[in-house]
């Protein structure tokens, strides 16, 4: 299977909203809702932020969200923080115990 | 606290083989499945094996079948990536990460990631 899509960049400033896309297909994120979200910085191990399409594990505020519409998920950051600045990464199941990323984007806050 | 170190890595020229370990702790290992996720510089993440609780079940992403192995030790809280083969594109950062269910099925997520250890495939 192909990767996810997602934008290469997005920026916000303090306070803002920002949404970052992952497009896959009818076999992935269109299929099932299985899709989760990847905070992670330079020097760290990726950090789960969201999973089941829309589910925030314990510990992660509630300024992450997610959201599917067909085959595109989606990752929505309210009230940006400076602290939010990190590569974001999608991930689908896409059947047969396989999971696929998106290309990452990352977050700059002005 | 859960952790998982990973280690193994450094510099294999094409053709060859090298084994990767992921010490695990703070958390009942034989409890659940486990996974490798690797990043090639630039790239993005790509998911490759997973294994379940007991080691008795595992499967792969078609960029390793055939050429790396999962494996675990219950008994050394220990997964392990045996690979072979070893090509140029397999030059990345690898992760070893953690389920939240016994099984490979259902929660298609990893709620732990290590560090990563460092590939480096060239002659």
């Known amino acids: 299977q192909s990767a996810l899509t997602q934008p290469r960049s997005v920026s916000g400033s303090p306070g803002q909203s920002v949404t970052i896309s992952c497009t896959g297909t009818n076999n992935d994120i269109g299929r099932y809702n299985f899709v989760s979200w990847y905070q992670h910085r330079p020097g760290e191990g990726p950090r789960l932020i969201i999973y089941?399409?829309?589910k925030r594990p314990s510990g992660v505020p509630d300024h992450f969200s997610g959201s599917k519409s067909g085959n595109t998920a989606s990752l929505t950051i309210s009230g940006l923080q400076t602290d939010d600045e990190a590569d974001y990464s999608c991930?689908?199941?896409?059947?047969?115990?396989?999971?696929?990323f998106g290309g990452g984007t990352k977050l700059t806050v002005l | 606290e859960v952790q998982l170190l990973e280690s193994g890595g450094g510099l294999v020229q094409p053709g060859g083989s090298l084994r990767l370990s992921c010490g695990a702790s703070g958390f009942m290992f034989n409890n659940y499945a486990m996974s490798w996720v690797r990043q090639a510089p630039g790239k993005g993440l790509e998911w490759l094996s997973v294994?379940?609780?007991?080691?008795?079940?595992?499967y792969y992403a078609d960029s390793v079948k055939g050429r790396f192995t999962i494996s675990r030790d219950n008994s050394r809280n220990t997964l392990y990536l045996q690979m072979n083969s070893l090509r140029t594109e397999d030059t990345a950062l690898y992760y070893c990460?953690?389920?939240?269910?016994?099984?490979?099925?259902?929660?298609?997520?990893?709620?732990?990631w290590g560090q990563g250890t460092l590939v480096t495939v060239s002659s």
């Open positions: 089941d399409v829309s």
């Open positions: 990460v953690k389920r939240t269910r016994p099984s490979m099925t259902f929660a298609y997520y990893f709620d732990y």
């Open positions: 294994i379940n609780n007991d080691g008795t079940s595992t």
């Open positions: 991930c689908s199941f896409a059947g047969n115990y396989t999971l696929i």
